[in-house]
């Protein structure tokens, strides 16, 4: 998959990750899609009913916003992704279903982290021209309102009005690298991989640079989260058409121990089908 601002999948499966149960059936992944919407929709419902009452924890405030970007992407853009091919309609109706989803994930996170830090807008915007003493407790807000901006961005088939805050997802990657570089097993630099390949100013050496990423991503994870691997494959591999690279990735990912680290387990398993599902679509991504 080719990350374009104008294909309405851009800065894709760096966040689709799920936190329901280790124990999570493989099965339930593959074949029922619905189980992980109601699952998603039902845990937005009864946080989004304790937020509507102010009776809602920081950490609840978190996962609110952390199942809608999930909803998002993991549900809404996954779907839309796979029947876009034999049924446009239905896939335009879900992008559009998701950019309601990912702008509230973002009016959440922007809201709380200005109740945080009263400059962060301002910060966001010129983040040159002000500083801010960001904690590790304000990372994975960061990363999750990161994850919103490049959901946005991908569900709003380029529109301008969106499109223009892509720079802000490489301002908090960035932000939340310099504080935590090592939370969530690299997530940060998984992202980084994602967001070099899609960037408006992007480096001359773009595999370089995401190369580097993905060297620290799989050094933080010790090669056990197959983010890093499918961001490479989809962002670099495909875009510069190497389609040894892309095999050679996707079937590490296949191949990977899933028990190895219970807190990835059901991230992988979630990637280990995506794997499959691309390796079906390679003679589409590939021209030769």
């Given at each position: 998959m080719l990350v374009k601002v104008s294909s309405g999948k851009p800065l894709f499966i760096i966040f689709v990750l799920f936190f329901f149960v280790a124990c999570t059936p493989r099965a339930l992944i593959r074949y029922y899609p619905n189980i992980i919407e109601k699952s998603l929709?039902?845990?937005?419902?009864?946080?989004?009913?304790?937020?509507?009452?102010?009776?809602?924890?920081?950490?609840?405030?978190?996962?609110?916003?952390q199942f809608k970007v999930q909803y998002g992407y993991g549900y809404l853009l996954e779907q839309a992704d796979r029947v876009q091919d034999d049924n446009y309609f239905m896939a335009i109706n879900l992008q559009d279903r998701a950019q309601l989803v990912f702008i509230e994930a973002i009016g959440l996170a922007k809201d709380e982290l200005v109740n945080r830090h009263h400059s962060f807008n301002d910060w966001l915007n010129k983040p040159l021209s002000s500083n801010?003493?960001?904690?590790?407790?304000?990372?994975?807000?960061?990363?999750?309102?990161a994850a919103a901006y490049g959901g946005i961005i991908s569900s709003s088939r380029a529109n301008p009005k969106w499109?223009?805050?892509?720079?802000?997802?490489?301002?908090?990657?960035?932000?939340?690298?310099?504080?935590?570089?090592?939370?969530?097993?690299?997530?940060?630099?998984?992202?980084?991989?994602?967001?070099?390949?899609?960037?408006?100013?992007?480096?001359?050496?773009?595999?370089?640079?995401?190369?580097?990423?993905?060297?620290?991503?799989?050094?933080?994870?010790?090669?056990?989260?197959?983010?890093?691997?499918?961001?490479?494959?989809?962002?670099?591999?495909?875009?510069?058409?190497?389609?040894?690279?892309?095999?050679?990735?996707?079937?590490?990912?296949?191949?990977?121990?899933?028990?190895?680290?219970?807190?990835?387990?059901?991230?992988?398993?979630?990637?280990?089908?995506?794997?499959?599902?691309?390796?079906?679509?390679?003679?589409?991504?590939?021209?030769?």
């Open positions: 929709t039902n845990k937005i419902k009864t946080l989004e009913s304790s937020f509507n009452n102010n009776d809602l924890s920081d950490e609840q405030l978190l996962e609110l916003i801010i003493d960001f904690s590790r407790k304000d990372v994975p807000i960061i990363y999750w309102l499109v223009i805050h892509l720079p802000k997802i490489g301002i908090l990657l960035e932000a939340g690298i310099q504080i935590d570089p090592t939370w969530n097993y690299g997530a940060l630099y998984s992202a980084m991989i994602s967001f070099t390949a899609s960037r408006p100013d992007a480096p001359v050496d773009v595999r370089e640079v995401a190369q580097s990423y993905f060297d620290l991503a799989i050094q933080v994870s010790k090669k056990q989260d197959a983010a890093p691997y499918l961001a490479f494959a989809e962002n670099i591999s495909v875009k510069e058409q190497n389609k040894i690279e892309f095999m050679t990735l996707t079937n590490f990912v296949l191949k990977m121990d899933i028990n190895k680290n219970p807190d990835l387990r059901l991230s992988n398993i979630i990637s280990q089908e995506r794997a499959r599902w691309l390796q079906s679509k390679v003679d589409d991504l590939f021209y030769e």
